[in-house]
């Protein structure tokens, strides 16, 4: 009787924490809902940038996104030289000034169609407006080339992280697809030269960290990849969005034996995971988001990120390492296996292409820290009870 009287205490416990931490969320979203992005962002996969199914592009409207590829590919192909690309470099920090990216996000766009096929079909004709017409005709080939490249990319970047939905993920695929078609497993795609010149001229104007971190970002994101190892990512950046994969594991475990073992893991891991994740996940990804420098969402573009995945720090790795932490308490003889899947889920984001590494070391110290600040807290409090 004690024993069942004491299971059920916990899972009482485990209820109310779930229901807390639900409140958590939505007050959050609630709150932070004008700051954060509208999607998530996308995923990668070979030929294709998939994102969860009801964010991805329908057919037709990734159809209206091609002119900001033609563009993109038409522009690029002009930088067939170390110093066209280095202009290019220059006239991107020219164009981007001292804008953030809260100061592009508020700008007031053109009065938007209805409908989101339309919307994209706008935002890719003024992409192919700026690569195309808004070079100085009479200025010298390099000039011309580096102003026609640079705008065609500040202008892409502008609307992916203008846009929402689907009109944005269409937007950003035409975009990576175009600038990082390695990512795809395209390695014969065109211009690939001209694309490293470019990569290599906007390295060079970083500050040696971001430079290494962008350096770190193309070693792992130009590893080999194809629809089954994107698939494999995809499924443990999907899987652990807001650490929503540890209770599966969770489940798991108890399957395995000691069921009592997981509820009373359960119990201490609901509150400070669901803290950790949406703690980072928004005010403190909101903070940097909105007060980091345009020119640097411009140069991940160029770099190989999608425009619009907001990356420091990075939330899935933040709940990931956080689950892992948790739970390897209670189970120390699991905790080799936990830790690898918390790492194979950091090494999705960069993989995929959402985060550069310093973003998912970042994520991944915050959310064991944070997760074991809340732990404490909540051991203090029922130790008092």
């Given at each position: 009787m004690k024993d069942a009287s004491s299971n059920g205490q916990i899972w009482i416990e485990c209820a109310v924490l779930a229901g807390l931490s639900g409140l958590l969320a939505v007050l959050m979203n609630k709150g932070f809902a004008r700051f954060k992005p509208v999607v998530e962002p996308p995923k990668v996969q070979t030929g294709d940038t998939p994102a969860a199914p009801w964010e991805m592009p329908k057919p037709e409207e990734k159809a209206e996104a091609e002119p900001v590829r033609r563009a993109l590919e038409q522009a690029t192909a002009q930088i067939d030289a170390p110093e066209k690309a280095d202009k290019a470099a220059k006239k991107l920090e020219e164009l981007a000034g001292s804008a953030t990216n809260g100061d592009v996000e508020q700008a007031k766009k053109p009065e938007q169609p209805d409908t989101v096929i339309d919307r994209v079909a706008e935002s890719s004709q003024r992409v192919e407006q700026a690569a195309g017409t808004g070079s100085n005709r009479g200025a010298p080939p390099a000039e011309a080339a580096a102003e026609a490249v640079a705008k065609g990319i500040v202008q892409a970047t502008k609307e992916a992280v203008t846009s929402s939905g689907r009109e944005r993920e269409a937007l950003a695929e035409a975009t990576q697809e175009t600038m990082n078609p390695d990512q795809q497993g395209a390695p014969e795609a065109a211009h690939p030269q001209q694309r490293k010149y470019l990569r290599q001229a906007v390295i060079k104007r970083?500050?040696?960290?971001?430079?290494?971190d962008a350096e770190l970002f193309l070693a792992i994101n130009h590893l080999p990849h194809n629809r089954w190892l994107n698939g494999f990512f995809y499924f443990f950046t999907f899987t652990f969005s807001a650490g929503l994969g540890w209770y599966a594991v969770l489940a798991g475990l108890a399957l395995m034996g000691k069921p009592r073992r997981s509820?009373?893991?359960?119990?201490?891991?609901?509150?400070?995971?669901?803290?950790?994740?949406?703690?980072?996940?928004?005010p403190i990804k909101t903070f940097f988001r909105r007060r980091r420098p345009f020119i640097d969402v411009i140069q991940a573009t160029v770099i190989g990120k999608k425009p619009g995945s907001w990356s420091f720090p990075s939330g899935h790795s933040s709940?990931?390492?956080?689950g892992a932490s948790l739970i390897s308490r209670y189970y120390p003889h699991q905790r080799p296996y936990l830790y690898l899947i918390a790492a194979l889920v950091a090494f999705s984001r960069i993989y995929l292409g959402d985060h550069y590494p310093g973003d998912v070391l970042s994520g991944s110290l915050s959310g064991i820290v944070l997760a074991n600040a809340v732990r404490k807290g909540q051991d203090a409090f029922m130790k008092e009870r």
């Open positions: 970083m500050k040696p960290l971001d430079a290494l509820l009373e893991a359960a119990s201490h891991t609901i509150l400070p995971l669901s803290v950790a994740t949406m703690t980072v996940e928004y709940g990931a390492f956080a």
